[in-house]
C-alpha cells in the first residue's frame, strides 16, 4: 500500500495524463482552430466556476421575490444563506466521492477515455448496484423535470414580450429550439455559453434590483408574510431548488482537465450568485409585497420597456443554455443505454438524443405551472439527489476507519476530525429529510394540487391576464 502523499501524487498524475490524452485529441489542425479551441474546449478551474455559477441560478431567479412573499423578507434571507451554503457542502462531498472513484478505478487501470463519468456510476463504484439504481433514478428525474422548467420559463417570459401567442403555443416553439442541444457534445464544449449565461443573469437580476428600486413601493403596499404554513414551506424549498442546481456536478468535474481542484469551485461560485439573488429579491419585495403572491414571475410586475425587454431576451438565452446543462446528462445516460456513447460523431448523437427532448416538451405542456413546479421538485426531488444521498454516501463510503486512512482526499482544514464530519452530513440529512421533503412536500404539494384545481392540467395560458380586446396587454 503506497504512503497517503504518494498514493494522493499518485492519483494527480494519473489524472493530469488522462486529461492531458483527452485534450490532444480535441485539437485540430485546422485553420483557425485555436480560435474554435478557445470558445469551444473548455476544462480550466475557470470554466469550471462559469459552469456553476450559470447554472445555479436561472428562471429561478425570477421565482425568488415570488418566494418572499410567501415567507416574508427575513426568512427568505436567512434560507437563502442557509440552502446557499448546504448546497456548496454537499457539492464538495459530491466532488470528494468523484475523486475517491476515480482514484480507485485508475489504481485499476481503467480508461476515462471517450467516457463521462456520471453521478450513478459513481454510486455504484463506491456503494453497489442499488445506490446506483437509487442515484440513476432520482437523478434522472430531477434532471427531466429541471428541463422542463427550463421550457415553461422560456414560455412565461416570452409572453411578456409577445403575448400574441398563448404560453402553451411558445412552449412547442421552444421546445423545437431547445431540441438544439442535441448538437453539444459534452460539458467541454459550454465555455462560451456558460461565461455568456453568467453576464446575462448577472444583467436580470440587476434588472430586477434597480428597476424595482426606481419604480418604488406600489401604491398601498403590503408585507404580510408569512400568513400561511403552505405558502411559507412552499417558499423555503423553492430556496432549496434555487442551490440544488449541483445534480451535474459530476459531469462538470468530468470535463475539468484537473478535477481534484473543483472542490471549492461551488462555493465561490454561490457567493457571486447571492450578489444576484439576495438584492433582486429583496428589491422586488420591497417594491411590491403581497402583489407577488399571485405573480411568480418577477417580470410580469415591472414595466414594459426596453431594459425589460432585454432582460427578457437575455433570460431565454441562459434557459436555452440551462436547458442543455440540465439534459446533457440525461443525453449520457439515453447513450449508454442503447450503447452508442462511444459515438465519435456528433451528427449521429445528436439523433440518438432526440428521443429524450420528446417527454420533456410533452411534461412542460401538460405542468405549466411556473414557479409552483420548482417548489414541487426542489421537495420531491432535490433534497434527496443533492442533499440527502451525497451525505449519505459520504458516511457510508468512509465508515471504516481503513476507508477513512486510504482516503484520496484529505478532511477539509476547518474540520479536525471525521467525526465533525459525520455530525455535519446526519444534520444535513435529518433537516432535508424533515423540513425539505416532509414540510416541504407537503406545502408544495398542496400548492401544486391547487394550481391544478385553478388552472387545469394543459393549461393554454397560466396566470396570463385578462385579454381587453384591442388593448396591448403589459
Same mark, same amino acid.
Given at each position: 500500500?503506497?504512503?497517503?502523499?504518494?498514493?494522493?501524487?499518485?492519483?494527480?498524475?494519473?489524472?493530469?495524463?488522462?486529461?492531458?490524452?483527452?485534450?490532444?485529441?480535441?485539437?485540430?489542425?485546422?485553420?483557425?482552430?485555436?480560435?474554435?479551441?478557445?470558445?469551444?474546449?473548455?476544462?480550466?478551474?475557470?470554466?469550471?466556476?462559469?459552469?456553476?455559477?450559470?447554472?445555479?441560478?436561472?428562471?429561478?431567479?425570477?421565482?425568488?421575490?415570488?418566494?418572499?412573499?410567501?415567507?416574508?423578507?427575513?426568512?427568505?434571507?436567512?434560507?437563502?444563506?442557509?440552502?446557499?451554503?448546504?448546497?456548496?457542502?454537499?457539492?464538495?462531498?459530491?466532488?470528494?466521492?468523484?475523486?475517491?472513484?476515480?482514484?480507485?478505478?485508475?489504481?485499476?487501470?481503467?480508461?476515462?477515455?471517450?467516457?463521462?463519468?456520471?453521478?450513478?456510476?459513481?454510486?455504484?463504484?463506491?456503494?453497489?448496484?442499488?445506490?446506483?439504481?437509487?442515484?440513476?433514478?432520482?437523478?434522472?428525474?430531477?434532471?427531466?423535470?429541471?428541463?422542463?422548467?427550463?421550457?415553461?420559463?422560456?414560455?412565461?417570459?416570452?409572453?411578456?414580450?409577445?403575448?400574441?401567442?398563448?404560453?402553451?403555443?411558445?412552449?412547442?416553439?421552444?421546445?423545437?429550439?431547445?431540441?438544439?442541444?442535441?448538437?453539444?457534445?459534452?460539458?467541454?464544449?459550454?465555455?462560451?455559453?456558460?461565461?455568456?449565461?453568467?453576464?446575462?443573469?448577472?444583467?436580470?437580476?440587476?434588472?430586477?434590483?434597480?428597476?424595482?428600486?426606481?419604480?418604488?413601493?406600489?401604491?398601498?403596499?403590503?408585507?404580510?408574510?408569512?400568513?400561511?404554513?403552505?405558502?411559507?414551506?412552499?417558499?423555503?424549498?423553492?430556496?432549496?431548488?434555487?442551490?440544488?442546481?449541483?445534480?451535474?456536478?459530476?459531469?462538470?468535474?468530468?470535463?475539468?482537465?484537473?478535477?481534484?481542484?473543483?472542490?471549492?469551485?461551488?462555493?465561490?461560485?454561490?457567493?457571486?450568485?447571492?450578489?444576484?439573488?439576495?438584492?433582486?429579491?429583496?428589491?422586488?419585495?420591497?417594491?411590491?409585497?403581497?402583489?407577488?403572491?399571485?405573480?411568480?414571475?418577477?417580470?410580469?410586475?415591472?414595466?414594459?420597456?426596453?431594459?425589460?425587454?432585454?432582460?427578457?431576451?437575455?433570460?431565454?438565452?441562459?434557459?436555452?443554455?440551462?436547458?442543455?446543462?440540465?439534459?446533457?446528462?440525461?443525453?449520457?445516460?439515453?447513450?449508454?443505454?442503447?450503447?452508442?456513447?462511444?459515438?465519435?460523431?456528433?451528427?449521429?448523437? $445528436? !439523433?440518438?438524443?432526440?428521443?429524450? *427532448?420528446?417527454? %420533456?416538451?410533452? @411534461? +412542460?405542456?401538460?405542468?405549466? /405551472?411556473?414557479?409552483?413546479?420548482?417548489?414541487?421538485?426542489? $421537495? !420531491?426531488?432535490?433534497?434527496?439527489? *443533492?442533499?440527502? %444521498?451525497?451525505? @449519505? +454516501?459520504?458516511?457510508?463510503? /468512509?465508515?471504516?476507519?481503513?476507508?477513512?486512512?486510504?482516503? $484520496?482526499?484529505?478532511?477539509?482544514?476547518?474540520?479536525?476530525?471525521?467525526?465533525?464530519?459525520?455530525?455535519?452530513?446526519? /444534520?444535513?440529512?435529518?433537516?432535508?429529510?424533515?423540513?425539505?421533503?416532509?414540510?416541504?412536500?407537503?406545502?408544495?404539494?398542496?400548492?401544486?394540487?391547487?394550481?391544478?384545481?385553478?388552472?387545469?392540467?394543459?393549461?393554454?395560458?397560466?396566470?396570463?391576464?385578462?385579454?381587453?380586446?384591442?388593448?396591448?396587454?403589459?
Amino acid at each position: 500500500m503506497l504512503p497517503q502523499p504518494q498514493a494522493e501524487e499518485a492519483m494527480v498524475s494519473s489524472f493530469n495524463l488522462t486529461e492531458r490524452d483527452d485534450r490532444e485529441d480535441e485539437k485540430s489542425d485546422e485553420p483557425g482552430s485555436g480560435f474554435k479551441n478557445f470558445l469551444w474546449h473548455g476544462g480550466s478551474v475557470y470554466d469550471a466556476w462559469f459552469s456553476c455559477a450559470s447554472n445555479q441560478v436561472a428562471q429561478v431567479l425570477l421565482t425568488l421575490p415570488y418566494s418572499f412573499s410567501q415567507m416574508g423578507m427575513l426568512s427568505g434571507i436567512i434560507l437563502q444563506v442557509f440552502y446557499g451554503i448546504l448546497g456548496s457542502w454537499t457539492a464538495y462531498l459530491i466532488s470528494i466521492l468523484y475523486i475517491e472513484y476515480r482514484s480507485r478505478k485508475e489504481k485499476e487501470n481503467v480508461s476515462f477515455k471517450n467516457h463521462v463519468i456520471q453521478w450513478f456510476e459513481v454510486l455504484d463504484g463506491l456503494l453497489g448496484p442499488y445506490w446506483k439504481a437509487v442515484g440513476l433514478a432520482f437523478n434522472c428525474t430531477f434532471l427531466l423535470f429541471g428541463s422542463v422548467i427550463q421550457l415553461i420559463a422560456c414560455a412565461s417570459n416570452i409572453y411578456y414580450i409577445d403575448d400574441h401567442l398563448d404560453k402553451r403555443t411558445w412552449t412547442y416553439i421552444f421546445g423545437a429550439c431547445c431540441a438544439t442541444t442535441v448538437f453539444i457534445p459534452s460539458f467541454h464544449n459550454y465555455r462560451i455559453w456558460s461565461f455568456l449565461g453568467l453576464g446575462m443573469t448577472t444583467y436580470t437580476a440587476w434588472y430586477l434590483t434597480i428597476g424595482a428600486l426606481v419604480n418604488g413601493q406600489v401604491e398601498g403596499v403590503e408585507h404580510s408574510g408569512p400568513t400561511k404554513l403552505v405558502l411559507y414551506f412552499t417558499g423555503a424549498t423553492n430556496i432549496l431548488y434555487t442551490f440544488g442546481g449541483h445534480a451535474v456536478t459530476v459531469e462538470i468535474m468530468h470535463a475539468m482537465w484537473k478535477p481534484q481542484k473543483f472542490k471549492y469551485i461551488y462555493l465561490l461560485a454561490t457567493l457571486y450568485v447571492f450578489t444576484l439573488t439576495l438584492p433582486s429579491a429583496i428589491a422586488m419585495y420591497w417594491a411590491y409585497g403581497d402583489k407577488l403572491l399571485t405573480h411568480a414571475n418577477a417580470f410580469a410586475l415591472l414595466p414594459r420597456n426596453g431594459w425589460r425587454d432585454a432582460a427578457v431576451i437575455l433570460m431565454l438565452i441562459h434557459q436555452f443554455i440551462t436547458f442543455g446543462f440540465a439534459c446533457t446528462p440525461l443525453y449520457f445516460v439515453w447513450e449508454k443505454v442503447i450503447g452508442m456513447h462511444d459515438t465519435k460523431s456528433i451528427f449521429l448523437r $445528436a !439523433l440518438v438524443r432526440l428521443p429524450v *427532448v420528446i417527454p %420533456i416538451w410533452f @411534461l +412542460a405542456i401538460i405542468f405549466p /405551472f411556473f414557479g409552483p413546479i420548482n417548489s414541487a421538485v426542489g $421537495a !420531491l426531488l432535490v433534497s434527496f439527489t *443533492v442533499y440527502v %444521498i451525497p451525505s @449519505l +454516501a459520504h458516511m457510508l463510503t /468512509f465508515r471504516s476507519a481503513s476507508a477513512r486512512k486510504n482516503a $484520496a482526499e484529505k478532511l477539509p482544514f476547518f474540520l479536525p476530525n471525521w467525526t465533525v464530519m459525520f455530525v455535519v452530513n446526519t /444534520f444535513i440529512v435529518v433537516w432535508v429529510l424533515v423540513v425539505g421533503f416532509g414540510f416541504g412536500g407537503w406545502a408544495s404539494m398542496n400548492n401544486f394540487i391547487n394550481q391544478v384545481d385553478t388552472f387545469g392540467l394543459f393549461a393554454k395560458c397560466y396566470q396570463c391576464p385578462p385579454r381587453v380586446p384591442g388593448a396591448k396587454n403589459h
